[in-house]
RNA sequence: GGGGGAGUGUCCCGAGCGGCAAAGGGGGCGGACUGUAAAUCCGCUGGCUAUGCCUUCGUAGGUUCGAGUCCUACCUCCCCCA
């Protein structure tokens, strides 16, 4: 990527500004394109899970940000590729899923590109193609004859998520091997059916960008354009989008919108900055602002991140109760309504609920034997009280407004609300 | 087809003379310090109705008072030869 290289399009400028482009195989050209306008580009979205996490969320703001300056976002569904499955580097072949199970995961990722995008008819209204329309009744015969010719096996070998593959001798089958090949099929499709000439992903998905662009021109397209976004990680190193608990779902009933705030606020200094460019429509100039905050003045930065960034997934609404319950949990100490809750029979807690039963239950703890290490290291309090004695009992008098809080070290808390 | 090697704690990597709930590390969680940060230090990191019981070392059998460890068969993966 050219240094000097100044955008005239406003896509293009936006994601030069925020830091969304790794890679573009000719960001010249496709700036030209964009500004002309109606540029239509896509990214592909397997269905491997019933929702979409924070690791997603780079590709997402892209199609948003696309439709924002006028252009036309496609959102590949992979319900044919998701049955195949991407090398990509990783040792272990997919899983192969059921055609039910990657059905109902497709609704769930439409859920959340919903709150994204502006889908419709009109002309830079977002589309939700699915490569299974087309790749399902693929003839091999046809497929080979037509399209098979024009792959180059030497190199596809060279590619790196082949070469790595190959290298540390672990296995990869035909069938992975062919997901490339399916993947660039993918992009001359969506020229072919929505003049798609640009297909944006993480930087890992640069070889097989390429090799579609690489198959459009062998099967006369005009000129296709590759653009990745960088591999996310934070300031330390660990992936983006996964905790302990698991990834960081952009569902609230997989994670409540509470734990989503939570995650943005807990990030780390140095990210801050970054992560208000990617995941936030602030201003650049506000976010340099933020960003120069020193210390612990920082926080402001981060609050805002968070509230920003929960308000585009779960709404405006959500987002300023989990910053209103944050702030009273965090700066108050005080007992905030909206935290995550789970629902117990009122039966269970007049009868005298055990403390190791009541955290499993509120799902703090995966089992009563990690709720006994946890208080043995002064981990589990209930309203506030750190635990010593693991018989201790969750009785009425504990409930205020039907609501006992129980906390996991000092950020995660669960209300127990009777019923 | 022939020969050689490997599969360990359901996050990963990895030690393991027949007494093993199984070394060590990474990761993670909790505590201290801070600012709900980073770095650092400390503790924890199979399950349960718990001084006991149950389930774990690819799968199924066998030898033994006792098997992750020895024997047999099978499965999976890797290497070499054909």
């Not at 589309?127 to 399902?136: K, R, S």
């Not at 069938?175 to 969506?190: H, K, R, S, T």
């Amino acid at each position: 990527m050219s240094d000097d290289f100044r955008p005239r399009s406003d896509f293009l400028s936006v994601l030069l500004e925020r830091g969304f482009v790794h890679q573009c195989s000719d960001l010249e050209g496709l700036d030209r394109k964009a500004e002309a306008g109606e540029l239509v580009a896509y990214i592909g979205f397997d269905c491997t899970a019933p929702s979409l996490h924070v690791g997603s969320l780079v590709q997402i703001m892209l199609l948003r940000w696309l439709q924002k300056t006028g252009g036309k976002p496609v959102a590949l569904m992979g319900g044919g590729t998701t049955r195949v499955g991407d090398p990509s580097g990783k040792d272990q072949a997919r899983q192969l899923l059921s055609l039910e199970t990657i059905a109902a995961n497709k609704e769930g990722i439409k859920q959340i590109f919903s709150r994204f995008l502006t889908f419709g008819e009109g002309k830079t209204d977002a589309a939700m193609p699915d490569n299974a329309d087309w790749l399902g009744t693929l003839n091999y015969i046809d497929f080979l004859r037509d399209v098979g010719r024009h792959f180059s096996v030497n190199r596809m070998l060279s590619m790196d998520s082949v070469k790595l593959r190959l290298e540390r001798e672990s296995e990869l089958t035909f069938l992975e091997f062919n997901y490339m090949c399916l993947q660039a099929y993918d992009f001359v499709e969506l020229y072919k059916r929505h003049g798609c000439i640009l297909q944006m992903g993480g930087s890992d998905q640069w070889g097989n960008i390429v090799t579609g662009i690489d198959l459009g021109r062998r099967m006369g397209t005009e000129q296709l354009y590759a653009l990745t976004s960088p591999l996310l990680t934070t300031a330390s190193g660990a992936k983006m989008g996964k905790t302990a608990q698991g990834a960081v779902w952009l569902d609230a009933s997989m994670l409540p919108v509470f734990d989503y705030w939570q995650y943005w606020r807990n990030c780390e200094d140095a990210d801050a900055g970054r992560f208000l460019k990617l995941f936030t429509e602030l201003p650049v100039d506000e976010i340099a602002r933020l960003q120069a905050l020193g210390g612990a003045e920082i926080n402001e930065a981060k609050k805002i991140l968070a509230t920003e960034a929960t308000a585009m997934v779960h709404g405006r609404e959500a987002a300023e109760a989990a910053a209103e319950a944050a702030r009273k949990t965090f700066e108050e100490g005080a007992l905030a309504e909206s935290l995550p809750s789970v629902a117990i029979a009122r039966a269970e807690v007049t009868a005298g609920l055990g403390v190791l039963a009541a955290f499993v239950k509120a799902g703090l703890v995966a089992s009563t034997g990690e709720a006994r290490r946890q208080i043995k290291g002064g981990g589990l309090k209930v309203n506030d009280v750190t635990l010593t004695d693991e018989r201790a009992v969750i009785g009425e008098s504990d409930l205020t407004d039907d609501v006992v809080k129980l906390s996991l070290g000092k950020k995660r808390h669960v209300l127990l609300r009777a019923v």
